[in-house]
């Protein structure tokens, strides 16, 4: 079984229609972690030993999140700039996270067609993604295709509901392994895991 640890960040959760919906799926799955950045550290006052030792203990690390001006709230920045330390996360002597998976689960409000080269925002939600995916390079992770619920203003319940169900199928199966998670980081979405033919 792979070891999943979810960091959530969301600043504003009272107010959330996606993932307060997600979270309820999410939270209780048997064997995968939920770490919640904005209610441990309601002042960005993080323990890093605490946040490194999570990250320690599990193989898929998923950072979930609304994408907020092309990016994350700014927790996920803070969490990154201390608990990623030279020495533990990279450099010579940082190996602490090699081998391990690392990606995003994020909604964002444009559509999948405005985060295209023709589209409004003129770039693939994985272009904005680079930091992340550079980050895990640089951290000897390997960057896994990211979990996008696009066009979230225009869903209603039942979609972001049904968006909710397919997550908690992505994770019970990276969860329980049984997949070659190799094609992962090729994956446009990682909702297509789905589709992939499961290992016997
Ligand atoms: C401060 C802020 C910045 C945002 N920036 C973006 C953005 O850059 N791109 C985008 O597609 N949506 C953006 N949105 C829309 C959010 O991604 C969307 O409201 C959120 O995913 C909905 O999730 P929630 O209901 O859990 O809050 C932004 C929203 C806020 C409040």
Redesign the pocket.
Known sequence: MARVLINFA?PALE??????QLLRVVKHIPGVTFNDLYEQYPDLDINVAREQQLLEQHDIIFMQH?????SAPAIVKQWMDLVLEHGWAYGHKGKALTGKYFSNII????SEHSYSLEGHHGHTIHDFLLPFIQTAKLCNMQYAAPFVLYG??RQDLSDIQEDAAQLKQVLERLRDDKFDLTPLPGLANLNQLLQLPAQT
């Open positions: 969301h107010k959330s229609r996606v993932h307060s609304p994408f907020y001006w092309y909604s964002a409000g444009g979230v203003h």
